[in-house]
């Protein structure tokens, strides 16, 4: 199949042809005839499989066949993070290159200038308006935004915005559109949440689903098994040599990703954090530094890093083992792109070897697990048997229990001991 296929406009293929683009992947041959028919969707598809031109491509030919005559807003694409909707945006201004559409990136960070270029852009009736959920609801609040004209509204990486806590503020932009409009919702995972949010703004959806692909094969993936401890030591291990090119470091969480940065930088390492605690002004000079080699180690969480699109990122670590294969596939994708090579290396603490044999199962392959070095010191055994891990949990609850009883015969030996002592 090609794009020839699905009868865009002509403006459209000329770009696809500039761009170099001649076959749709899977999630894009599924998904744009569904939406080009007017259909609501739910479509499962991981980030790298080239889910933005699904949404974007048929959007923009509906867009050129309707016009926009009375200068309203068409299209809402909800995005988690300022990252993401600049990417989007850039991805429609290559796509729209002969095409007369209008878009605006809508999100916080920036000055008063910033805030009155969205706002023009909200208020004069650009086509397509790409928006972080919490910015949005700024604008909606407090400036006079015409929402009665539009026609689609895209949530993308739903699964991300749920996590982060903006369920609300979807509801609330939805109470400002139609109801009678084209809803899409992507979702990288489909766990219940999602399906209760499709069921409370979607109308009979189609549902549209491609496999998790696997990893590149440009990837060299290895793992240590360690304890935690030993994780900051490995990595001054692997920088015992230089390291060609960029290196991110995955964090589970905010206060790991703050913690492990600030250990890095104990170390002399040039590193820097990334993640929603950060300010706008502060994660957009982060990256700058980082694209511009100034920093050598991002090290970011989960939600953060699904704006991040640099070449030349050699290394990726998991400082902790993602919750899921997916995640798992998302991160280590980070690197070997554009046809390089990469490597990507997990460190696989004991509560987590359970976890990452999950990922293995999935992937269909046992992961290398490198030896490690003498000066470490000695590794767990890798051992992920779930009866293991609670033999283990038992065995650690007993100890501190018998730790315990210890203790509290100590106390009450000298509480007696002061109570004959006083009766002295």
Not at 30 to 42: E, F, Q
Not at 295 to 306: G, H, K, P
Not at 317 to 326: A, F, G, I
């Amino acid at each position: 199949m090609t794009f020839d296929d699905f009868g865009f406009e002509y403006e459209i293929m000329d770009g696809l042809d500039a761009m170099n683009f001649r076959e749709p992947t899977p999630i894009q041959e599924k998904a744009i005839p569904v939406i080009m028919d007017g259909h609501d969707m739910i479509a499962c598809a991981q980030t790298g499989t080239g889910k933005t031109a699904a949404f974007i491509l048929p959007l923009m030919n509906n867009l050129l066949i309707t016009g926009n005559v009375d200068n309203k807003v068409k299209a809402v694409i909800i995005t988690p993070t300022r990252e993401l909707a600049q990417q989007i945006d850039l991805q429609f201004e290559g796509f729209s290159y002969f095409a007369p559409i209008s878009t605006v990136a809508v999100s916080g960070g920036g000055d008063g200038a910033s805030w009155e270029q969205q706002k023009r852009g909200l208020t004069l009736g650009a086509d397509v308006i790409i928006a972080t959920p919490g910015r949005l609801i700024s604008h909606l609040k407090i400036s006079n935004i015409d929402f009665s004209g539009v026609q689609y509204l895209i949530l993308d990486e739903a699964d991300r915005m749920l996590d982060m806590g903006f369920y609300d503020d979807i509801m609330d932009i939805c109470s400002y559109l139609p109801k009678q409009r084209q809803t899409l919702l992507f979702s990288a995972t489909m766990p219940p949440k999602i399906r209760q949010l499709a069921k409370t703004i979607l109308h009979n959806p189609v549902e549209v689903s491609v496999a998790i692909s696997k990893p590149n094969e440009a990837i060299d993936q290895s793992a240590f098994v360690c304890y935690e401890a030993q994780k900051i030591p490995i990595i001054q291990h692997l920088y015992a040599q230089p390291i060609e090119g960029k290196t991110i470091i995955f964090a589970s969480s905010k206060v790991k990703c703050k913690e492990v940065a600030y250990l890095l930088k104990q170390k002399k390492f040039r590193v820097a954090a990334m993640h929603s605690d950060l300010e706008q002004e502060v994660r957009d000079r982060v990256m700058l530094d980082f694209k511009n080699n100034k920093i050598d180690i991002l090290v970011a969480t989960d939600i953060v890093a699904r704006g991040i699109d640099i070449d030349q990122i050699r290394l990726v670590v998991n400082y902790d083992v993602p919750r899921d294969p997916e995640d798992y596939i998302h991160r280590i994708g980070r690197t070997a792109r554009a046809n390089a090579q990469g490597q990507a290396i997990t460190f696989v603490a004991l509560d987590d070897q359970e976890r990452f044999h999950r990922i293995e199962r999935f992937l269909g392959y046992d992961i290398d697990k490198q030896q490690l070095p003498a000066h470490i010191g000695e590794a767990p055994a890798y051992n992920p048997s779930p009866r293991n891990n609670r033999a283990k949990g038992r065995g650690q609850r007993n100890h501190r229990n018998r730790r315990n009883n210890n203790a509290h015969r100590r106390n009450a030996h000298r509480k007696n001991n002061g109570d004959n002592n006083n009766n002295k």
